[in-house]
DNA sequence: CAAAGCATGTAAGCAGTTACATGATTGT
DNA sequence: ACAATCATGTAACTGCTTACATGCTTTG
């Protein structure tokens, strides 16, 4: 999967320029890319050799002349097909998890740190998207079906980061157990050590 | 982040080839690469010439020579600055989702099919995980909270799959429902979209 | 006798990233 | 005066992927 169908998605939905593509990318978690003009315009211009969509020039008073896409009826034959294609399975980088299976040489209060920056990053990001949520960015609504599923992903983003936080707080707080268990026990010793 | 701190990770455990390496990522889904071998040897050169690591070439009777490596002071410095480093959100890439996302010219049948085959291949990473996590892979347990950490963290990715096989099993019924009330007013009308 | 395992490496390519280049216009 | 918005594009780079190359040994 690469962003192509994604762009043909959205040209599927209504016409669009690289600008307006770039920041739809760069406002949606979903749709995951980074929103960079290298990408976006590189891809409309190989889009457009091959057919898939048309560009029409529109000059403008005070503000530089605009590329608009639109999707061609080949263009829509090959979202068609992608769309059609053998789902894959979520890719998931889960940076923190792989930093914290070799905090072993880290202390206590260290890795301790590490949960609250994560914590906190993870809370931001509840926040932001709750509010984007409620400001609602553009969205298609063709149809009762559409909006079900669109409205279902954007959930479903939210349970995922809230369950990562829930999931950080348990570890954070089974690890600070296991220090209390072991200090009564050893007296202040397994810092820092191996 | 990149491979090379995850490879200075399992070297911090204990010295292994590239090709023990190798396998290691390639049996794991929270140490996410594929293990290729151009990426690990490639950076087990490169880590050598920093000297982040020794290696030490022993010959075998029956098996070709491997270099084993071992991982040196100023690795383990490397590695404990990238541990403390401002920990990253989660990436994920929902390419299902973002194939759903545009799944309007398609018929009801056609996503219902969609979500069949996702639904059978989270079904089947679940039972790979479950089974992984019976047969239990290597893994350092050099204290009680590098345990807790491992197996919090294979928890958490098994409980992440169910939770994603749940969403999709709850929106495609809340698809059908739909479809079900759609028919019972328009009789059928509202089949293949615009 | 073929396939899989042991073991190290190289070549070619792809999808994505940041940063740069240009230049008018509008808001603070 | 400075920054942000509108708008299109290019250059250099990174991290990762598949496929290839070699060759011996063990297992089915």
Redesign the pocket.
Known sequence: ????HAILGFLSWKPF????L??LFADSSSF????????I??C??QLHKEGAVTSEIQL?E???????YAITESGREKLRAWLLAQPELPEIKDHFHIQLSWSEPLSQTEVDGLFAAYEALLGNQVLMSREAARRGNPKPGRSARESLIWKHIEDGRLASLESELAWARKLRSALAELKKGAGALTEGAGEGGR
Chains 1, 2 share one sequence.
């Open positions: 999967m690469s962003i192509r320029t690289g600008y307006e770039k920041k995951y890319w980074s929103g960079n003009s290298n990408q315009y590189g409309l211009i403008q005070r503000y530089p002349a605009r590329k608009v």
